[in-house]
């Protein structure tokens, strides 16, 4: 098949079966339970590519695998996964969020034209080369950990000391 595009429902892991599509260009998978453990075949030839709304929640594995199965791809949509940042899906995430995401997507896809519904700026890519490794935003496993810092007295003043300290609930 030539410059074909496929859409697919109800998948929750494996897309091997699209390795019979060696010309595939566009690939829309929104909607589905696709997680972590996606799997894609080597698509050459495939520019588009659509995860949006799935349970994608691990960037990085996704991206290096993306990296390796898709090296023609220019665009790629993942709203709608915890992955992505989105200030819409989610109310405890903001523009500066998906801003460092949208630097740390760019820092492993540098050839993607448009991440999301946005095209990619020559700014983005510029900021993606120089910051985009340390972009990536974690959380700690245990939403029961939480920071604290320690104050110490030193020469009569108080100083705060800038080693956190985690302590559990």
């Known amino acids: 098949m030539h410059g074909s595009v496929v859409v697919l429902q109800k998948i929750k892991k494996s897309l091997e079966a699209l390795k019979a599509f060696t010309s595939l260009e566009e690939l829309i998978v929104d909607n589905n339970l696709l997680g972590n453990d996606?799997?894609?075949?080597?698509?050459?030839?495939?520019?588009?590519?659509?995860?949006?709304?799935?349970?994608?929640?691990?960037?990085?594995?996704?991206?290096?695998?993306?990296?390796?199965?898709?090296?023609?791809?220019?665009?790629?949509?993942?709203?709608?996964?915890e992955a992505c940042p989105n200030e819409l899906v989610s109310q405890d995430?903001?523009?500066?969020?998906?801003?460092?995401?949208?630097?740390?997507?760019?820092?492993?896809?540098?050839?993607?034209k448009f991440l999301d519904a946005r095209k990619v700026t020559r700014k983005e890519l510029e900021e993606s080369k120089t910051r985009?490794?340390?972009?990536?935003?974690?959380?700690?496993?245990?939403?029961?950990?939480?920071?604290?810092?320690s104050f110490g007295l030193k020469d009569n003043q108080t100083v705060l000391m800038m080693c956190p300290t985690l302590f559990y609930k």
């Not at 691990?58 to 709608?80: K, N, V, W």
């Not at 740390?104 to 540098?110: A, I, N, Q």
């Open 38 to 81: 996606l799997q894609l075949p080597r698509l050459q030839h495939l520019h588009t590519l659509t995860l949006n709304k799935n349970l994608i929640t691990d960037i990085e594995i996704l991206l290096d695998h993306i990296s390796e199965m898709t090296p023609s791809l220019e665009y790629l949509s993942l709203l709608g996964n």
């Open 132 to 149: 985009g490794a340390f972009m990536k935003v974690v959380k700690p496993k245990d939403d029961k950990v939480r920071l604290n810092y």
């Open 93 to 112: 995430k903001d523009e500066d969020d998906y801003q460092r995401y949208r630097y740390f997507v760019l820092h492993k896809l540098p050839n993607l």
